[in-house]
């Protein structure tokens, strides 16, 4: 049975998502480094409204559409790790300063919320009108799990980035950082700064992650108000697990395996979803252990290590 959710449920979680994104700018309306504490603080804050969402999800639509949000919101919580990874990668070869960090990544996430949400859209009406795209989306979570599983390292060649190379024939970029302005006048002309250029770098990135979480949520629930929320609620929080996490990925050396194991599993639900249908409850069962075991063996096994990502530092 699908959802009735009314107009104003809409808007309602639209308003509340940008409310909080506009408390988020003013509480970083100047250039900072964000430290340890002030990035636990703002994940706390971030995951409280995620899963406090979830109970209200349970409490109105029943403990079945609960479930699947809270499915669809820890599978997209931890892709977010390899987006917190591959960040790492982009602001080290921009050389970003790490005080400028937050000002890219706000941005980044906005422009992840529109896009996404265009992607959701266009999913949905595909699943409506051709059913036979459930079986291309979990064959490509097939191949993207085992995929993950084989490769260790995440590669990022932002030179090779063929939108930064179209931003370069239409505007000349500087050399040097001008603050937080991703636009300047050199020589009266207007000129882009490497901040433009690195959010952008991020924002394709991100389009390139979407690929595989959205399709993931989808083997969860096709209810389009779940696959937004839980999209949507879990990369709000995006920007704070960056600062948290990007000084310790080291110590997350199993978790690929984790997430490939929750990849191929949610891969093979869409291949059976016309034969069994597996309960949301088990699907939940599943994602939780496999993400639980690979961080805790990541945990043990690097548990006496120090070091620090590459990357990070300005």
């Not at 340890?36 to 995620?50: H, K, Q, T």
């Not at 390292?153 to 063929?162: C, F, G, I, K, L």
């Not at 979480?213 to 096709?222: H, K, L, W």
């Not at 063996?297 to 070091?307: D, E, I, P, Y």
Request: charged share 15%; with cysteine.
């Amino acid at each position: 049975m699908s959802l009735q959710v009314p107009w104003w449920a809409w808007a309602a979680v639209v308003g509340v998502i940008l409310v909080m994104l506009a408390i988020d700018l003013f509480a970083h309306r100047k250039a900072h480094v964000v430290g340890f504490r002030e990035a636990l603080a703002w994940s706390g804050v971030w995951v409280a409204l995620g899963l406090g969402f979830g109970v209200v999800v349970w409490r109105v639509w029943g403990p079945d559409a609960g479930g699947q949000y809270l499915a669809g919101y820890l599978i997209e919580k931890s892709l977010a790790v390899d987006n917190v990874f591959v960040f790492a990668l982009l602001f080290g070869f921009f050389a970003v300063p790490r005080e400028l960090q937050h000002r890219v990544l706000f941005y980044g996430v906005l422009g992840a919320l529109v896009f996404r949400a265009a992607f959701i859209g266009a999913g949905a009406v595909l699943l409506e009108h051709f059913h036979w795209v459930l079986y291309l989306f979990g064959a490509f979570l097939l191949y993207t799990g085992v995929k993950m599983a084989r490769h260790s390292a995440v590669e990022v060649h932002p030179d090779r980035n063929p939108v930064l190379r179209a931003l370069r024939r239409l505007i000349p970029v500087t050399d040097r950082f001008h603050g937080r302005r991703f636009l300047v006048s050199e020589n009266g002309r207007r000129a882009a700064t490497p901040l433009l250029a690195v959010l952008i770098a991020v924002e394709t990135t991100d389009i390139v992650f979407a690929v595989d979480s959205i399709p993931a949520i989808f083997a969860i629930t096709d209810e389009v108000f779940l696959v937004f929320t839980s999209n949507a609620f879990a990369i709000l929080g995006l920007r704070a697990m960056y600062f948290l996490l990007a000084g310790a990925m080291h110590r997350f050396g199993y978790l690929r395996y984790g997430l490939a194991a929750v990849l191929v599993f949610v891969g093979a639900k869409m291949l059976l979803a016309d034969v069994y249908a597996i309960p949301v409850w088990l699907s939940l069962l599943v994602i939780v252990g496999c993400l639980g075991v690979a961080i805790g063996a990541s945990m043990l096994k690097t548990r006496n290590t120090v070091g620090n990502t590459p990357g990070i530092t300005s």
